[in-house]
């Protein structure tokens, strides 16, 4: 991206033949990949390709082109000519893009058919990092836990761009974001700010946080439980009201209302369902 090349991330959980598509559906002439993934994948299925290299040391795995066969073969010695003195910061210059010109092509999971290529400019990925800038609190030196894999739209604006920029350490997670796992990385980095989808949430709220609220809350409501009763407040045209209040204060404020009390020594039945006091 520093030097005008479109990005196309792909989520590690696609399967071979929608590799192969997102491939060449987006007419890419590069392809980085891990291991695991390539030894599922066909690079003749691949025919716009000019060339496939190996993500832990960037090593050539296919070469259709003689410029990038050179490349791949004298890397170290272009490296050497261009930079006799080692790269320093005066070396860096980024190529200037516009904001509405195509930076990403982003592939959906594909839920129904093929993956869906949505374009991203310049434009959308700088407004989301521009934002994370007025909203929230990471300064350099800060913990993030990345979670969320760079082929996410969320997980590579908000962790890596962001984090990145913002001169904070970023630590990837190798493993499935259980709940266990993400707790371990939490307590260890942790991290000044984090993102991550619903579902990671909800995993954590119902593994480590309802146990303990339940435990604690549950004891406490036990002396009081039959001072509760359930209020109905009815107004036509509007939606029905329903919360829990304590007997004695329940009839307080409502002249009009009347306490219906359930004789503990009678089994209710309505319909065949048992009504509980409790």
Request: proline share 8%.
């Amino acid at each position: 991206i520093t030097y005008g090349a479109v990005i196309v991330p792909i989520l590690h959980e696609f399967k071979a033949d929608n590799i192969h598509n997102i491939v060449n559906h987006s007419e890419a002439k590069l392809l980085f990949v891990g291991d695991q993934a390539w030894e599922n994948l066909n690079e003749d299925a691949m025919p716009l390709l000019e060339g496939i290299a190996l993500l832990t040391d960037f090593s050539p795995l296919v070469s259709r082109n003689e410029k990038l066969t050179y490349a791949f073969e004298h890397r170290n010695a272009i490296y050497g000519r261009q930079y006799p003195k080692n790269f320093r910061p005066e070396h860096i210059c980024y190529r200037k893009d516009h904001p509405e010109e195509l930076a990403i092509i982003n592939y959906t999971s594909g839920t129904t058919g093929y993956s869906k290529g949505v374009m991203l400019p310049y434009r959308s990925l700088w407004s989301n990092v521009a934002y994370c800038f007025e909203m929230l609190p990471v300064k350099p030196g800060d913990h993030i836990v990345s979670m969320l894999p760079m082929g996410h739209v969320f997980g590579m604006v908000y962790d890596f761009l962001y984090g990145f920029s913002a001169g904070a350490h970023i630590s990837f997670l190798t493993r499935m974001p259980s709940p266990k796992i993400i707790s371990q990385s939490f307590s260890e980095i942790k991290p000044r700010v984090i993102s991550c989808v619903p579902l990671i949430v909800e995993k954590i709220i119902k593994k480590d946080i309802l146990p303990i609220l339940t435990k604690n809350i549950e004891p406490a409501l036990q002396p009081v439980k039959r001072e509760l009763v359930l209020v109905v407040d009815y107004i036509p045209g509007q939606p029905l009201s329903v919360h829990l209040s304590r007997k004695r204060n329940f009839t307080a404020d409502m002249p009009d209302a009347k306490e219906i009390v359930i004789d503990p020594e009678v089994a209710h039945r309505q319909h065949g369902s048992h009504i509980d006091p409790d």
